[in-house]
């Protein structure tokens, strides 16, 4: 695609982009001539319904929201050949080329981290900044801190998540309920969950998320086991915003250690918030976000 092809602005609505046959669905809300600002779920397999919030972001430029492929909206897949990062670097590539957007702002959170990081890696002239939203940067450090935190929750939860774990029981309500537990206090703290996060779980890709991840909050034996792009963070040039919440399963110390890997970039903790700061504290979530867009577009 060619730059005479580019559109100078994006209409609001909902689209599907087909490559290779698997459907992938988006949605754009807001429109303008702003820099878009393009949206990477966690998971795998966590669907976009959970950054709904994050749409008050478009009353000054077109949002991008758009469910990766083998959840949400968009193809289911069982094909285990595929489910690489590669394969979902080129999904959001052939989305970028459909929709016409010469560059954006990239917003990542949790897996979608990894994803947008693997991106720019790849396509680096396409991205003016990036957003690191609870990171999952290094599937190692993401392991000691869900250590951590399981250490810092009553006996009895312990007992019941290494017991099970052990048995490879994940199924088990004892196993459910601890891993609800840790939901309320690392995940999202404000109650009750809404209707976004309802629809997150009723619509989320478990086979996606089994191969690459694994059956287990804790512990992963998917594809991801090994994940670790902390020694390419130096490698970033454009500005770059950490985003974590207080309580988050990221935890504050690692998401600190990987913004002090990253040439010049910055750090906002969201008080009060777990994992998923845009429902925990969607206020300041957004301020974050929105002054962090106006100093990249001031400089």
Not at 232 to 255: H, M, Q, W
Request: hydrophobic share 35%; with cysteine; aromatic share 12%.
């Amino acid at each position: 695609m060619t730059g005479c092809n580019l559109k100078p602005y994006l209409n609001a609505g909902e689209g599907i982009v087909v490559n290779s046959g698997i459907q992938t669905w988006y949605k754009i809300e807001g429109e303008g001539s702003e820099t878009p600002l393009i949206l990477l779920h966690g998971g795998p397999g966590g669907t976009s319904y959970y950054l709904n919030p994050l749409s008050a972001l478009s009353d000054e430029r077109p949002v991008v929201f758009f469910d990766q492929p083998g959840c949400g909206r968009s193809s289911a897949i069982n094909d285990t050949n595929i489910l690489r990062i590669e394969f979902f670097v080129e999904q959001l590539e052939q989305l970028r080329a459909t929709l016409g957007i010469a560059q954006f702002y990239l917003y990542g959170q949790s897996w979608g981290t990894a994803l947008g990081m693997e991106y720019y890696l790849k396509y680096p002239q396409h991205v003016k900044a990036i957003i690191f939203s609870s990171p999952l940067l290094s599937t190692p450090l993401w392991l000691k801190d869900a250590a951590v935190l399981i250490e810092s929750m009553p006996d009895s939860t312990r007992r019941a998540i290494a017991q099970c774990e052990a048995r490879g029981d994940y199924s088990s309500p004892l196993y459910n309920q601890a891993i609800m537990d840790y939901y309320k206090l690392f995940v999202a703290r404000k109650q009750p969950w809404s209707a976004d996060i309802d629809s997150t779980f009723a619509n989320f890709g478990t086979f996606v998320y089994n191969f690459m991840w694994g059956p287990s909050e804790f512990n992963s034996t998917g594809i991801l086991q090994n994940y670790d792009c902390t020694e390419k963070l130096n490698r970033i040039s454009v500005p770059v915003l950490y985003i974590c919440g207080e309580f988050d399963e990221a935890r504050p110390e690692t998401v600190k250690h990987y913004q002090q890997l990253t040439p010049g970039s910055e750090l906002e903790i969201i008080k009060g918030a777990a994992h998923l700061t845009m429902h925990d504290n969607p206020e300041a979530d957004i301020a974050a976000i929105r002054n962090f867009l106006k100093r990249c577009e001031n400089n």
